[in-house]
């Protein structure tokens, strides 16, 4: 399947194997992202990690779960959408 954010580094494959945090990856065309700035959140069964990264495409955000049983699922966005999830994310605040 074809990854339009696969040139931003950083990214999973297939298989699950992500990047050790810290360290960038190649993309698809030898590009790599540089970490900006890394939180982990400890959470229950789970870890959260989230990261700002920049690439020659700009700035973006990489969320990252890792579950107990050690699957790791991951989402990526530009910075200029945080905005954006910070107002859903304190929509949702409000409904709990």
Excluded: C
Aim: no cysteine; charged share 30%.
């Amino acid at each position: 399947m074809f990854d339009p954010m696969a040139d931003l580094g950083g990214l999973p494959q297939e298989d699950g194997d992500a990047a050790p945090v810290g360290r960038p990856r190649a993309g698809g065309n030898g590009q790599y992202a540089d970490e900006i700035h890394s939180i982990t959140i400890h959470a229950r069964q789970r870890t959260f990690y989230i990261d700002l990264k920049q690439s020659g495409n700009g700035k973006f955000f990489k969320i990252s779960e890792k579950s107990r049983g050690g699957r790791k699922t991951t989402i990526m966005f530009d910075s200029e959408d945080l905005d954006q999830f910070i107002q859903a994310l304190q929509e949702m605040k409000s409904k709990i």
